[in-house]
């Protein structure tokens, strides 16, 4: 704890980015393996829960089995918010 008191301000920095996962060795926003709940993608996208299930069943929203259910991967809704889908 002392030695991040008497830390430099670059040095207090790096620590910032690598608590907030941004240090440039962790994966890139391409690689993010973040996941969401049908719920949490339709609140995203401002659309019904409905129209997300018909999105993930089209191939338009990447969908990872997790524990028995199913989660959608964040970086397709972005994708799909963003226009870049196929």
Known sequence: MMKLL????QTLAKVDAILNGSDGM???ADDDCRLV????AAKRLNLSRPTVYRL???GRLEVVPLDGVNRIRLKSV??????TTR
């Open 56 to 58: 993930v069943k089209l």
């Open 78 to 83: 972005v994708d799909f918010a963003n226009g």
């Open 6 to 9: 008497a830390a430099t301000p």
């Open 37 to 40: 709940t049908y719920t949490e």
């Open 26 to 28: 962790t994966a890139k």
